[in-house]
C-alpha cells in the first residue's frame, strides 16, 4: 500500500518560514510527478506547487511564486516544499499527492494518491 507521509508543518509568525517535506514508500518514486495542494476551511482543496517526476519542471499556483520552492530527492523518495514569507492567508492543510505520469497536472482528481495532511498556521 502506498504511503505518503507529511511532517514539518506547524505555527509561524507571519513572514516567517517552514519547511515541509513527504516521505514517499510503496512506489516507484521517480515515476510519480508529485504535488503540494492545501485546504482552509470552508474552501475547496487548491494546487499550490507540483514537480515532475525528473525534477526538471516546476509549476506553482500565481500566489505563491517566488515564496515557496518546492524540490525532491529521487534517491530518497522525497518531495519537499520550502515556504518563505508566508503569510496568513496561507494557512490551511498542506497535502502531498503523487500522481504517475509524464504531464503534470494542477487539478486534485488528476492524482493518484494522497497523504494525511499536516496543518499550517500563519499569525498575523
Known amino acids: 500500500q502506498v504511503q505518503l507521509v507529511e511532517s514539518g508543518g506547524g505555527l509561524v509568525q507571519a513572514g516567517g518560514s517552514l519547511r515541509l517535506s513527504c516521505a514517499a514508500s510503496r512506489l516507484t518514486f521517480r515515476s510519480y510527478a508529485m504535488g503540494w495542494f492545501r485546504q482552509a476551511p470552508g474552501k475547496e482543496r487548491e494546487f499550490v506547487a507540483a514537480?515532475?517526476?525528473?525534477?526538471?519542471?516546476?509549476y506553482y499556483i500565481d500566489s505563491v511564486k517566488g515564496r515557496f520552492t518546492i524540490s525532491r530527492d529521487n534517491p530518497k523518495n522525497t518531495v519537499s516544499l520550502q515556504m518563505n514569507s508566508l503569510k496568513p492567508e496561507d494557512t490551511a492543510v498542506y497535502y502531498c499527492?503523487?500522481?504517475?505520469?509524464?504531464?503534470?497536472?494542477?487539478?486534485?482528481?488528476?492524482?493518484?494518491?494522497w497523504g494525511q495532511g499536516i496543518q499550517v498556521t500563519v499569525s498575523s
Open positions: 499527492a503523487a500522481e504517475r505520469t509524464v504531464r503534470v497536472h494542477t487539478t486534485p482528481a488528476a492524482y493518484d494518491y
Open positions: 514537480i515532475s517526476s525528473s525534477g526538471g519542471k516546476t
